[in-house]
């Protein structure tokens, strides 16, 4: 069985029936990821709802300027439905934020899930230095998520040396994506994870199509061949790691 280990269910151009497919796709475990506390909220719902999906509550760099403060009462005394604290983190390919505010609320949900015991599960994009300033200066702890990883082999290796997880999705399917294969390649097996960000990013062949998480199964072949190995066994280390990092079988 596969487990997306990042997507957004609730969000505008996910077909409602996503979860059923996906689960006949064989990825039974969905972890929907909060961005704001608006899509926090939705997320927890479906949570509540589904059978094999969890959630996260997070404030995206996009929308760091509303304020950690909006997602706190979500956090206050989290449902066991809640394993992660994010998507939180840098992004100044766009930014929509302010700098110094989306470094302000990255260093608070790190913070809160070292706190609350939670994953934490960040997002980085045309960010990586100050990205790994921030998770050195506040001492994020082991067992992290870099989720829809982008890099190369460099960004890689100081990632995994400050304890995270590597979530690779459609993006490793793409053409040009040479290093994002490289750093799929050298990834520790106990440290992989696979994911469909969906509705963005769809795999190779579906893209330009609404992604979703039936398609993780194409994101993970990708990885296995990157890797030399068969399909089987990224589904078998990506559900492993995804179900520790976020403590699914304790819960």
């Known amino acids: 069985m596969w487990i997306d280990s990042h997507c ?12 059923a497919e996906a689960r006949l796709a064989g990825v039974t475990r969905m972890i929907t990821i909060g961005t704001d ?3 926090s909220w939705a997320a927890v719902r479906t949570a509540e709802r589904e059978e094999g999906v969890w959630a996260t509550v997070g404030l995206h760099p996009h929308e760091a300027s509303r304020g950690v ?40 949900q790190i913070a809160l899930s070292k706190e ?29 998520v870099l989720h829809c990883f982008t890099g190369g082999p460099a960004q890689a290796q100081v990632a995994l040396d400050l304890g995270a997880y590597l979530s690779f999705s459609g993006i490793v399917t793409f053409k040009t994506a040479h290093e994002i ?20 990013l769809a795999p190779v062949p579906h893209r330009g199509k609404p992604n979703g998480p039936k398609w993780v199964p194409l994101v993970g072949a990708a990885v296995a061949e990157a890797r ?6 990224i ?14 079988d304790t819960r």
Not at 8 to 19: L, M, W
Not at 183 to 198: H, I
Request: aromatic letters at 8%; proline letters at 6%; charged letters at 25%.
């Open 8 to 19: 957004h269910i609730d969000y505008e151009g996910v077909e409602a029936d996503a979860i």
């Open 37 to 39: 506390a608006e899509a």
């Open 69 to 108: 403060a909006t997602i706190l009462p979500l956090l206050a005394a989290p449902p066991p439905e809640v394993v992660g604290v994010g998507e939180c983190g840098l992004d100044y390919f766009y930014d929509h934020s302010e700098r110094a505010d989306q470094r302000r609320a990255f260093a608070e």
């Open 116 to 144: 609350l015991g939670l994953a934490l599960v960040v997002h980085s994009r045309d960010a990586w230095a100050d990205t790994f300033d921030v998770l050195a200066a506040e001492s994020v702890a082991p067992g992290w």
């Open 181 to 200: 294969r490289e750093a799929a390649a050298l990834c520790p097996a106990d440290r992989l994870l696979v994911e469909t960000d969906s509705p963005y």
């Open 228 to 233: 030399g190995v068969g399909p089987e066994e």
């Open 235 to 248: 589904e078998r280390r990506s559900w492993d790691n995804a179900s520790a990092a976020f403590g699914l």
